[in-house]
């Protein structure tokens, strides 16, 4: 045990102590906690990743990604959705995801090394390293049933012409590439 | 614990400096451990702004993000970017979450990464330790420089935004600050306009030239804009035929006319600003006299010489 004993100018605890009586002598002194990361751990969620859910898309989102995924094929291309509803529980467990490797990427200290690779793997599990995702937003039109997220191996210029004509488009093709929302 | 001992330690907490030095979670908002400080320089046609932290906080900064807010209330809802443009050349799908090469630089040991939100069209960006790279890490009581991001033109998001700063210890691991700018200074801005009286009155127009001097503390050429042109009497369409106000216009024409009733002649005030690229912005103006008659002329032309020989 590590004793910081309290001076005139020193009332506060480095890191990894706290501050209390002694029970011997009555004069306030640092003692060492038990070793604890803090930051807190990610909160479950289940199920995780999240399946695609089109069922739950709203109709005309419905139509707009069937539209969209029959003139791709039409047009030689191939795509692929990996998003489309999406609860709003399980948009704030991918932002806490998002914000906790954020911080645990830079965190030097060994009792945070577990939870860091744990948020490490979460975050690798929703490819969010992989393909750099735009980070979730909580009143997302996700949440709502009106977007999904497709990729497709077409140039920008023809998968927006095809957009065009299932009334959907991208409001962010240079942040959020795959991102479609009704027109 | 005694309360004695208790009051003693919170009056301690109220007279000394040292407890702000050993609890970060106890700064109030005004009193940041860490500030993130800007300046901006025109270069050519582009705009680079320049980034410092300044850490006086007993943690480790790992990581600063560059227009991003939480709002300081810990609600994910109110998190987002909020830089308004970015590199052009920068498209996620070609570059990730890179920077495209020569839009950033970074400090040794570091990099720059960007960030975008789902269905908001501002950015954010990001300088971090290289991962695992701790040593590179800004320690207590040090500050770091190095990092700057070039744009085709000025975004004041850069300057007015805020910063997201992680440290690698302490906790909580995170702070979010308002950007500072470095640069508070307008630039200095002087304007000689040539000929300064125009005579004979014969309604003809005649070319102006502008002498700009200007000089600012950080931004090596500062932005030069026409502001205005006025007189002390109205003026008609055709008085001022070719001035581009509101940008670089250094050569104009006035039309030589002025009302016969008018005895002190028609004075037209030319205003020009300097603004740098950290978004200080100075004015100076100029005047171009065309007498009532010519022996004001001559005092105008006496006046003139007057200012070239105390010149020299």
Redesign the interface.
């Known amino acids: 045990m590590i004793v910081l004993r ?1 001076r ?8 990894g102590y706290t ?3 002694s029970r011997f002598t ?3 002194e640092c003692f060492a906690m038990a070793v604890q990361c ?2 807190a751990p990610l909160t479950p969620y289940s199920p995780d990743p999240y399946p695609l859910d089109v069922d739950n898309l709203t109709s005309r989102m419905q139509t707009a990604l069937q539209c969209l995924q029959t003139a791709i094929r039409e047009d030689g291309g191939t795509s692929s959705a990996s998003s489309a509803y999406r609860p709003p529980a399980y948009t ?1 467990h991918l ?2 995801v998002w ?1 906790k490797w ?8 060994p009792e945070c090394q577990s939870l860091r690779n744990e948020v490490r793997n979460h975050f690798n599990r929703h490819e969010l390293i992989s ?12 949440t709502r049933g009106e ?1 999904f997220d497709l990729s497709s191996n077409l140039y920008d210029g023809v998968l927006d012409v095809l957009a065009v004509g299932c009334n959907v488009y991208r ?7 795959p ?1 479609f ?1 009704h027109r | 614990m005694d309360k004695k001992l208790l009051k003693v330690a919170i009056a301690l907490c109220g007279l000394t400096s040292s407890w702000l030095v050993v609890m970060p979670g106890a700064f109030a908002q005004s009193n940041f451990p860490v500030q993130v400080k800007v300046y901006g320089q025109h270069i050519g046609s582009r705009v680079i702004y320049n980034y410092q932290v300044v850490n006086n906080s007993p943690n480790h900064v790992a990581a600063v993000r560059i227009g991003y807010d939480t709002q300081n209330d810990k609600n994910p809802d109110n998190d987002g970017p909020e830089l308004r443009t970015f590199p052009p050349s920068w498209n996620r799908r070609e570059f990730g979450s890179a920077m495209p090469p020569g839009t950033v630089t970074v400090p040794p040991g570091w990099e720059a990464t960007a960030m975008s939100q789902e269905e908001t069209l501002k950015r954010a960006l990001t300088w971090s330790i290289t991962y695992d790279n701790f040593q590179a890490v800004i320690k207590p009581g040090d500050t770091l420089g190095g990092m700057s991001v070039t744009l085709e033109a000025a975004d004041d998001s850069y300057l007015n935004s805020h910063a997201l700063v992680i440290y690698s210890d302490g906790y909580p691991k995170s702070l979010t600050v308002p950007i500072e700018r470095l640069d508070t200074t307008a630039p200095a801005l002087s304007v000689i306009l040539t000929p300064a009286a125009l005579w004979p009155p014969n309604e003809k127009p005649v070319t102006i030239a502008a002498l700009i001097t200007v000089k600012d503390d950080y931004d090596p050429a500062p932005d030069i804009k026409l502001e205005s042109i006025t007189a002390n009497e109205p003026l008609e369409k055709g008085d001022i035929p070719d001035a581009r106000i509101g940008t670089d216009d250094r050569q104009f024409k006035l039309k030589a006319e002025r009302e016969g009733k008018n005895r002190t002649g028609r004075v037209y005030t030319v205003t020009y600003s300097a603004t740098d690229a950290s978004g200080n912005k100075a004015t100076a103006s100029a005047t171009v006299t065309v007498p009532h008659d010519e022996r004001e002329k001559d005092r105008d032309d006496n006046q003139e010489r007057g200012i070239t020989e105390r010149k020299r």
């Open positions: 309290t005139q100018l020193q009332v506060g605890c480095a890191d501050l209390r009586t009555g004069a306030l803090p930051v704030r932002q806490e914000d954020d911080e645990l990427a830079v965190e030097s200290r393909d750099p995702g735009a980070r979730p937003h909580s009143s997302s039109a996700h977007a409001p962010d093709p240079i942040g959020d590439p991102h929302i």
